[in-house]
């Protein structure tokens, strides 16, 4: 069983930056394909970014490239995301998520694991 926590969430102006982090218990996380989405009131659930088991490779969604980077340190069990120049249409929840399976993309099906989610707000 692997459990997501994250934190870091809060009020930025935008242009500003914040850092989400993502603690993972599970004594498999090392090979668990690790990631982001987000979902804003009235819209869908949306892809943010995915990292491969060993960092080797990531994708991010469309909006947020350039903008956003994932990173894991897997001797911590930590997962992370910088978000920098934040937009207001950056608000949203943003949940960790991770799988045994799935690729960095995360097209094929939702994760099997879903943080509590944090609130980021990015006022204009």
């Known amino acids: 069983q692997v459990q997501l926590v994250e934190s870091g969430g809060g009020l930025v102006q935008a242009g500003g930056s914040l850092r989400l982090s993502c603690a993972v218990s599970g004594r498999t996380f090392s090979s668990y394909t690790m990631g982001w989405f987000r979902q804003a009131p009235g819209k869908e659930r949306e892809f943010v970014a995915g990292?491969?088991?060993?960092?080797?490779?990531?994708h991010y969604g469309d909006s947020v490239k350039g903008r956003f980077t994932i990173s894991r340190d897997n001797a911590k069990n930590m997962v992370y995301l910088q978000m920098n120049s934040l937009k207001p249409e950056d608000t949203a929840v943003y949940y960790c998520v991770g799988d045994r399976l799935l690729g960095v993309t995360f097209y094929a099906r939702l994760p099997d694991y879903w943080g509590q989610g944090t609130q980021v707000t990015v006022s204009s």
């Open positions: 990292i491969r088991w060993n960092g080797g490779s990531t």
